[in-house]
């Protein structure tokens, strides 16, 4: 078995590969090629922390089977000065059962959430997408940033964000990441949408970060940050305008804070869902029809995204010498 940290996984997969490999998880998630059950909380009410246990199995050729465990301890940085946030992904051998890799999943997860909003930019937003507006500078926000310049020619960022000195140390961020495009501070979240034609929302917000009125004609959103009904951030009375997309309907209903929220005012039902990313990926739905279409990206995760980029990291890292191999006695 091999072990890999984020590191490995970093030098392993670049975003692109990324990207292609969610592409073809969601895709097999769609065709009905993958058995996804919904994710299973475990509370810890003494820390207010809970830990979410992600079980799959990704059919056909390229096949996959593993487990993520994602814990959330929100004390951690007070009690320990640690993260609050720790991840890891299993992977076996679907053919014998044999454990294939551990994986720290930490940037994993980061690398594949931003992967699925790049693969829903690639498929939905115009193709002469220029200005991105990015709502949140936290963990996931990175990858946002580089999956969507991945796929579109981005020639301004508008950041959204309470804290300017957070804005500043994530600009420096972009900049070591090689971001060389413009990157600005907008006064507040109307300035931002007056500009975008992509917006990535990626926060923890259980209210709307906008206005529905504030989102331009031919925007596309991605909207990643929640993932609970009690969470939400858009605005319920946006959805209906949309072209909506979700990484899988089941979990969406059950999950998106936005569509909870949205259904239980009336002004959604499972109609209003045009489809899933990777039906989107196949072909059996059909993405924007007009310049002046919004469309919407609605993730709440999904473990075929990290099963399916933990498959690539792992045979890179095999090649690429990465990692540490560990006898399990066989």
Not at 219 to 224: F, G, M
Not at 236 to 257: C, H, I, K, N, S
Not at 282 to 300: A, E, H, M, P, Y
């Amino acid at each position: 078995m091999r072990v890999l940290s984020a590191e490995d996984v970093r030098q392993a997969v670049p975003m692109t590969d990324a990207i292609d490999a969610v592409a073809h998880g969601f895709a097999q998630l769609a065709a009905g090629a993958a058995e996804v059950p919904l994710r299973t909380p475990i509370h810890v009410p003494e820390h207010k922390a809970v830990s979410l246990f992600m079980p799959a199995r990704i059919g056909g050729e390229g096949g996959a089977l593993g487990l993520k465990v994602v814990s959330v301890f929100p004390e951690n940085s007070v009690r320990f000065g640690k993260p609050s946030i720790h991840a890891l992904v299993v992977l076996i051998d679907p053919a014998s059962g044999r454990p294939l890799a551990t994986i720290d999943a930490t940037y994993l997860t980061a690398l594949r959430t931003g992967a699925a909003s790049g693969l829903a930019t690639r498929l939905l937003a115009r193709e002469n997408a220029k200005t991105l507006a990015l709502f949140g500078v936290g963990g996931q926000a990175l990858t946002q940033v580089l999956a969507v310049l991945a796929v579109r020619p981005i020639e301004d960022i508008w950041i959204v964000n309470r804290t300017r000195d957070h804005v500043a140390i994530f600009a420096s961020k972009l900049r070591s990441a090689g971001v060389t495009i413009n990157i600005r501070l907008a006064a507040d979240a109307q300035h931002a949408l007056a500009q975008a034609d992509v917006v990535c929302t990626a926060t923890s917000s259980t209210e709307p970060l906008f206005h529905a009125d504030d989102v331009r004609p031919g925007t596309h959103i991605n909207a990643i940050g929640t993932y609970t009904p009690a969470m939400a951030e858009l605005p319920p009375d946006l959805l209906p305008r949309t072209r909506l997309f979700v990484d899988q309907r089941a979990a969406a209903w059950a999950e998106a804070g936005e569509l909870v929220q949205a259904r239980a005012r009336n002004l959604i039902d499972e109609s209003s869902i045009a489809g899933e990313i990777g039906e989107l990926v196949l072909g059996t739905v059909t993405g924007r029809s007009s310049d002046g279409q919004i469309s919407v990206f609605k993730s709440v995760g999904n473990a075929v995204q990290d099963l399916a980029v933990g498959t690539v990291a792992l045979a890179r890292a095999q090649t690429m010498n990465l990692g540490v191999e560990i006898d399990m006695g066989e």
